[in-house]
């Protein structure tokens, strides 16, 4: 080894989505190279949804995550909505942001307290980190359920829901439905409260990079489902314009494609991005929530990331029962369209980090 000079080469990366291994170079203290390694074999999405009905998406799509299905559905149905020119009805988007907000709950609590905490807290995993910190895994616990039940209810299943379809769902809950998860949401904001200031308290190594964030902003909401792209260094797009601002490419040691800002460099999205670029559009209390932890704009420590979810779980847990308290059944549940040839881009926020597809729709011969 030359003087100065070190390899840490980590074979197996746990706690990713795939296979990976990671690969970092250095020089003294200084990084010179990092080689994040996906290599999962590709799964080929885009092409086996040629040439299939354009109903079909949705359940498709719903596949590439077992973790996150909602984010491909949603995303699916507003492109081919978008090339169809087809607007659903306000109470189709309230019933599908209440779909999205059960998600975000179900994979925030599933981050937070069994992948993350075990790390912060010197543990190799959640069962060990269960022996001496019980309750805070079953408060975990119960915030994920809570996310599991409203995903279940509005969607049809937990995992890969089957109750989503362009133009609505196939079939709306009643209020009495509905009505009856108000319990477990509310016990899992109960839960989350419980939660701040044990997660405030961990020990947040000090580092802060000056990130490009890139995140959805809508003019009234905290993003979900809609919004423009935006970033902190001045971006203000279209989502169809999506493609123009950021490049995707292969790289030679992994199957995942590498996407950057075209003639800038590497961007950040996901929950830090979003919290950053939209925190006055979070609602009252959870502003108050986060900053009782300390926590406000520009947050640029990433280890930070764990308290940003938290403070998202609880928003779109008030976000889900102010939903629910306002709720009126979509009549009809979905709107009928003809297929037609066309281009629609749809984006919305998924948990972990922006998502966002482009899916052309095509008249059968």
């Known amino acids: 080894m030359k003087e100065g ?3 840490i080469q980590i074979r197996a990366l746990s706690r990713v989505e795939g296979e990976g291994s990671l690969t970092i170079r250095l020089k003294g203290n200084r990084a010179t190279d990092v ?48 090339a169809l020119d087809l607007q659903v009805d306000e109470r189709v988007r309230a019933l599908r942001r209440l779909l999205y907000c059960g998600e975000w709950i179900e ?14 807290l010197g543990y190799p995993d959640a069962l060990a980190m269960a022996k001496e910190h019980a309750d805070a895994v079953k408060r975990g616990l119960r915030i994920k359920k809570a996310g599991n039940a409203i995903v279940a209810r509005v969607g049809g299943r937990e995992i890969h829901p089957i109750n989503v379809r362009i133009g609505g769902f196939y079939r709306a809950p009643t209020r009495s439905e509905l009505d009856g998860l108000l319990p477990e949401i509310e016990e899992a904001i109960r839960a989350v409260r419980e939660s701040f200031a044990w997660a405030a308290a961990f020990s947040f190594p000090e580092l802060e990079h000056d990130y490009e ?3 959805l902003r809508h003019p009234d909401e905290y993003p979900l489902l809609e919004g423009r792209v935006v970033s902190s260094s001045g971006i203000d797009v279209e989502a169809s314009d999506f493609e123009t601002i950021i ?11 590498h996407a950057r800002i075209r003639g800038r460099g590497a961007y ?16 009252a209390d959870a502003k108050l929530a986060a900053r009782s932890i300390g926590l406000s704009p520009p947050c640029k420590n990433p280890f930070k990331g764990i308290l940003v979810r938290l403070v998202e779980i609880f928003y779109a847990l008030d976000e889900a029962h102010r939903i629910i308290d306002t709720y009126a059944p979509p009549h009809p549940s979905f709107v009928e369209v003809a297929p037609r040839a066309g281009r629609g881009c749809g984006c919305t926020e998924a948990p972990g980090a922006s998502f966002t597809t482009a899916i052309r729709s095509t008249r059968r011969a």
């Open 5 to 7: 000079i070190r390899t």
């Open 35 to 82: 080689q994040l390694r996906i290599f999962e074999p590709p799964r080929f999405f885009e092409a086996f949804l040629r040439g299939r009905s354009h109903a079909e998406a949705p359940d498709l799509t719903a596949r590439i995550c077992g973790i996150c299905p909602v984010a491909y559905q949603m995303s699916s149905c507003r492109a081919i909505e978008s």
């Open 107 to 120: 994979s925030h609590a599933l981050h937070v307290f069994l992948l993350n905490a075990p790390d912060f």
């Open 213 to 215: 964030f890139l995140a």
């Open 247 to 257: 490049v995707e490419e292969q790289v030679p040691y992994s199957t995942a494609l």
């Open 268 to 283: 950040f999205c996901g929950p830090m991005a979003r919290f950053n670029l939209n925190f006055d559009r979070l609602s």
